[in-house]
């Protein structure tokens, strides 16, 4: 498997999106969430760019495997470095992707276990309802970061219950740990099957 995922292309509009019916696995949330090394570790290639300075991602990037399913990064939301009339051109290329695209299998929203869920990722999460009709799963990122036996053990609660909340599939991944991210390797597999 490791050889063969590759990085496809950075699209910027709608015009320029693959012009096929590979399903497709949209990864999303918060700028500094820890997307770019969850990619990484799921494709077991450094693919996706990390950095320290949140927000660099201006497009929408798809990294494919073979030819079964591709992994859509999409630019961090919140805290960004991006001129403001970019974020706009962003937001609507997002939009329009998520409106119109056929592809899209799955959406992964992601969130940093030490904060949860804030206020813009609830916006987000409404957002998805309304608009797309396709399944959404949460990943909660940075496990490792959580120390103290107190601190995880009011993490593992405040999940239970944002899990009974909202209903959806639930991984928790650090880099430190490889089970989850097997685990969600496998999800992803399977589910372009299906």
């Known amino acids: ?3 063969e995922w590759f990085f496809l292309n950075e699209v910027h509009s709608i015009s320029k999106l693959p012009k ?3 399903p497709e696995f949209i990864f999303w949330g ?3 969430v820890g997307k770019s090394s969850l990619i990484n570790l799921i494709t077991k290639k450094k693919m996706a760019k990390t950095s ?3 927000g660099r991602t201006k497009g929408l990037i798809f990294f494919q495997y073979k030819n079964i399913l591709r992994i859509v990064d999409f630019p961090g939301y919140g805290f960004s470095h991006i001129p403001k009339e970019k974020i706009i051109n962003l937001d609507d290329l997002i939009e329009e992707f998520l ?3 056929e ?3 799955k959406i992964f929203l992601l969130f940093d276990s030490r904060h949860l869920i804030k206020p813009i990722d609830e916006i987000i999460i409404n957002s998805l309802t ?3 009709n396709k399944e959404i799963n949460f990943i909660f990122t940075k496990n490792d970061k959580i120390k103290s036996i107190q601190e995880k053990e009011k993490m593992n609660q405040s999940i239970l219950d944002i899990s009974k909340k909202f209903n959806k599939n639930i991984f928790r991944t650090s880099i430190k740990e490889s089970n989850d991210i097997i685990s969600l390797r496998k999800f992803l597999f399977k589910s372009q099957e299906n």
Do not use: A, F, L, Y
């Open 103 to 105: 592809n899209i299998k």
């Open 52 to 54: 320290k300075t949140p």
């Open 130 to 132: 309304e608009i797309q």
């Open 99 to 101: 409106v119109t695209r």
């Open 30 to 32: 918060r700028s500094n």
């Open 20 to 22: 096929d019916n590979i």
């Open 1 to 3: 498997m490791d050889n």
